[in-house]
């Protein structure tokens, strides 16, 4: 309650709580002459409390004594648990029910009509390819999260990984973006080479979608302290600024009635990959304009890269 412990001497209890349910609890603790105990939510804070009153004594000379423990973070575990089931529930019940609808097709004749039957069945193998690939994603991230994903660093040349990255989107995409690398020097960095091309793939694919033909995407690099930035900007349709403190969050989609196929994992395991490399990432946007993705990774060696 910011009061040092001398500051508390001969003031009412409502001088010092200023929470009616508490000055209630104590009240009818008086009354009633037995513990009462109760969950308190603060909303004004965000804090959820257990605050337990206990008479002491009895008659005039007797008094309450008030018990309160912080419940705030157990209360968030709990919220981000029923978050985290009701969104992989979500993202799992569209793929299920169009199989089983597409099943259903398939037994009621449609495995007569060869053309039917062969359109439902790649419907069915890509839907499962996405419930595949969220599951996968979800094992990925339950790793990074818990530190049992096991990453071993090395020295790994930068520019070859963006190089290869880069190759692989393009090859991907048949009418996209231009996809340009202005790394140009050796840029050793201590990093994990099959994840840093992970991190590249996912910011790259994400530039791709959101960028039409005619746009273009740059990789760039600079040295800042003992790390290096590496920026992925794209001229693309942008990100409205009430979603950039969410981007790395667990299923968050800009958005949500959009269906590209992903899982909504990628940006938070690009997260937590950077931080096992004790890096950081961020993300910039001006909507209608484009977005700037940035993460940092351990410099070991450069030759001219751009100083900070």
Do not use: W
């Amino acid at each position: 309650f910011n009061l040092e412990n001398s500051e508390y001497l001969d003031l009412r209890l409502a001088d010092v709580i200023r929470d009616f349910e508490i000055i209630q609890m104590a009240s009818d603790c008086v009354e009633v002459g037995e513990p009462i105990q109760d969950e308190i939510e603060i909303p004004e804070i965000r804090r959820y409390l257990s605050v337990t009153a206990t008479p002491i004594g009895s008659g005039s000379g007797g008094g309450v004594l008030i018990t309160v423990h912080d419940l705030t973070n157990i209360r968030q575990l709990e919220n981000t648990r029923k978050e985290f089931v009701s969104n992989v529930s979500h993202e799992l019940r569209s793929p299920l029910a169009s199989v089983k609808a597409m099943v259903g097709s398939l037994e009621s004749g449609a495995l007569e009509d060869k053309k039917a039957a062969n359109d439902f069945i790649a419907r069915i193998d890509k839907d499962v390819d996405r419930m595949t690939s969220l599951v996968s994603d979800l094992l990925e991230l339950s790793r990074l999260e818990s530190g049992q994903e096991d990453i071993e660093l090395e020295p790994v040349e930068l520019r070859s990984l963006v190089d290869d990255s880069i190759s692989m989107v393009t090859n991907q995409v048949l009418d996209g973006p231009d996809i340009l690398s202005k790394i140009f020097e050796n840029v050793e960095i201590l990093g994990n080479k099959q994840k840093v091309t992970q991190i590249l793939l996912n910011l790259l694919q994400n530039s791709v979608k959101f960028t039409p033909s005619g746009g273009t995407i740059t990789v760039e690099a600079r040295s800042n302290g003992g790390f290096v930035e590496v920026s992925v900007l794209d001229t693309g349709i942008g990100i409205a600024a009430e979603h950039l403190p969410h981007l790395f969050e667990r299923f968050y989609k800009v958005d949500k009635a959009r269906r590209d196929g992903g899982t909504g994992l990628g940006l938070s395991i690009v997260k937590h990959i950077v931080q096992a490399h004790g890096g950081a990432v961020h993300a910039d946007s001006v909507e209608g304009e484009g977005s700037a993705f940035y993460f940092t990774m351990p410099l070991l060696k450069t030759a001219n890269i751009e100083k900070n």
